[in-house]
């Protein structure tokens, strides 16, 4: 399986705080049968502004330890990008990265505070017109979703992909964070699932046998790898994902 969301590129953000803590986090997602794993630290301006050469410098000890250890694992660099007024001009000068440089942009909005539709979509757009692909960040976590879900492509635009958090799940984030997943499933809004993992303390790939049979309570085996395993990688392979969900899988449970 592919995880394209995790902050665990040690001591960039407010997730892995050391290099070993990194190790013991990708040890366990090796174990869970996670074959690539896309590194994606916060961009969010003032407090975590890593450019996208320091990031890849750090990527580079990461790979050597992990080379060095015999971690049979594939480590890509994306960001997760909080949204910014000036994303297109830091694309363009390479302060911030699309995952494993395909057109496809990781990004997050506020949890608690709404910002105008018309607002989202000028930022949204600025970097569409590039020719990038958005990718919104668990969106089952924003409380303006969970209060109304069906206002979810009106609100970010039907041309967008949406990135579910495996946590949500299990209730990690809160029960309406669950229900909001559930809905959003039972719509055919979710296109892929990633760990947004931070910590070893809450390490989702050693949850993931209890994860994946929640899952499948509420989605098919067809769409359950296209969730886990086939629209990742055709993100990472930069082609277009599966966006068209058949009615017959999902369960509805």
């Known amino acids: 399986m592919i995880d394209l969301h995790c902050h665990i590129l040690p001591k960039i953000d407010d997730g892995s705080r050391s290099m070993e803590e990194t190790i013991a986090i990708l040890k366990e997602a090796v174990n869970a049968g996670f074959n690539t794993i896309c590194f994606t630290p ?7 502004v890593n450019t996208k050469s320091q990031n890849e410098q750090i ?3 990461v790979r050597n330890l992990v080379n060095s250890e015999n971690i049979n694992i594939e ?16 694309l363009k000068n390479q302060e911030i990265t699309s995952l494993a440089n395909s057109r496809y942009v990781l990004i997050e909005v506020p949890m608690y505070q709404e910002i105008p539709q018309e607002i989202v979509h000028e930022m949204l757009n600025s970097i569409k017109q590039d020719g990038y692909q958005i990718i919104i960040a668990h969106p089952e976590r924003y ?4 209060k109304n879900p069906n206002k979810l492509l009106e609100y970010f635009g039907n041309d967008v992909i949406f990135q579910g958090n495996y946590g ?6 809160g029960k309406e964070a669950q229900k909001t997943i559930k809905k959003l499933l ?15 303390s809450r390490c989702f790939y050693v949850d993931f046998n209890k994860i994946k049979k929640k899952l499948l309570k509420l989605v098919d085996n067809e769409y359950y790898e296209i969730l886990t395993e086939k629209n990742p990688k ?6 277009e994902i599966i966006k068209e969900i058949a009615n017959e899988n999902i369960n509805g449970n």
């Open 42 to 48: 916060h961009y969010i301006e003032p407090q975590y």
């Open 234 to 239: 055709l993100v990472i392979e930069n082609k």
């Open 186 to 200: 039972k719509n055919k809004e979710i296109h892929y699932f990633s760990t947004d993992v931070h910590r070893i």
């Open 59 to 61: 990527l580079e000890q």
């Open 168 to 173: 949500s799940i299990l209730g990690t984030y």
């Open 143 to 146: 409380t303006y979703i969970q």
């Open 75 to 90: 480590l890509l660099l994306g960001n997760e990008i909080f949204i910014h007024p000036d994303m297109q001009i830091l």
